[in-house]
């Protein structure tokens, strides 16, 4: 089992910079595909970015793609988000997520605010 927990959320204007960071316990952290979604109000959650076990392939959504770079610290079972030259449309929840060898991903954090002003 791994549990995810979230951090770094908050109100930025647009043009700015956050770092999502995702907490991630177990032992096993390093076996999981981990990946950044994001969901915003009355939106369906959608995917953000991806990095596998030892960072060697990294996939992101074409809406975020040169503004956003994921990366992972398996020695302190962390996953990051950083998120540069923000907009209003980036902002959601964004929640951190992992699998193993299933297709879907099945453990979740519970989500951090990310709000972008104009």
């Known amino acids: 089992q791994v549990q995810l927990v979230e951090s770094g959320g908050g109100l930025v204007q647009a043009g700015g910079s956050l770092r999502l960071s995702c907490a991630a316990s177990g032992r096993t952290f390093s076996m999981y595909v981990m990946a950044w979604f994001r969901q915003a109000p009355g939106q369906e959650r959608e995917f953000v970015a991806a990095i596998n076990k030892v960072g060697s392939s990294i996939n992101y959504a074409d809406s975020v793609k040169g503004r956003f770079t994921i990366s992972r610290d398996n020695a302190k079972n962390m996953v990051y988000l950083q998120m540069n030259s923000l907009k209003p449309e980036d902002t959601a929840v964004y929640y951190c997520?992992?699998?193993?060898?299933?297709?879907?991903?099945?453990?979740w954090g519970q989500g951090t605010q990310v709000t972008v002003s104009s």
């Open positions: 997520a992992g699998r193993g060898a299933t297709i879907d991903y099945n453990y």
